[in-house]
């Protein structure tokens, strides 16, 4: 069995257990790999161990895995920072796109989406930490932004994703989460469709779920530590 195929097995495994102590099904949580900085093998032997979904940051380095990896059935997500002049492959390419923050970059993926595939889904990244440093709509302008980005015809508006500040306290991840599930719930008021909570990692996977993330975004617990990353 290759380390992938292990690593997978432990982090299905976690999943599973943090869910039951949740008190949800493992079914309700989607498990994100997160792929950047991975050679294209790499995805395709998590692929032959049942993993469907991919996470990509780096545009070019995605384009290129999927066309690598054309022969696969795999549901391609960006979860990266959104250029606007770089939004047109993103429409074309990809199934989700995580990291919507602003009205203008979702009109672009709207337009630049064909009518024949089918709605791009989308998540609204929220800045839920407030850090300067960080992209995300603050959770004061979320329902406006929420409002615009609805009335897109060729954009699904699914939820919300959020990366917050980094820390190793179990409570404040916690607190953190639990903010970005109160404004799922707010908006699912008006948008009966946003069903989706982007959220958790490696390192507090365990938190996000018993908040409800309905996504978690996995990298080095499956991949193994991350190489050097490419240049943009």
Sequence with gaps: MSRIAENLIQVRQKLAL??????????EITLLAVSKTRPSKDLRDA??????????????????KIADLNDLDICWHFIGPIQSNKTKPIAEHFTWVHTVDRFKVAQRLSNQRSDSLPPLNVCIQVNISEEESKS???????????????????????????????????????????????????????????????????????????E??????????IFGQRPTQPKQ
Excluded at 143 to 171: F, V, W, Y
């Design 212 to 221: 409800g993330a309905t996504i978690v975004r996995i990298g080095t617990a």
């Design 47 to 64: 692929y032959l161990c049942g993993q469907r979904d991919f996470g990509e940051n780096y545009l070019q380095e995605g384009l290129d």
């Design 18 to 27: 943090n869910a039951q102590s949740a008190q949800r099904a493992a079914s």
């Design 136 to 210: 995300g709509c603050l959770p004061d302008a979320l329902a406006s932004l929420a409002a615009e980005i609805n009335q897109l015809p060729n954009l699904c508006l699914r939820g919300l994703m959020a990366i917050p500040k980094a820390t190793h306290d179990a409570r404040e991840q916690h607190v953190v989460f639990a903010k970005m599930k109160a404004l799922q719930l707010e908006l699912q008021a008006t948008y009966p469709q946003l069903d989706t909570l982007s959220m958790g990692m490696s390192g507090d996977m365990d938190a996000a779920i018993a």
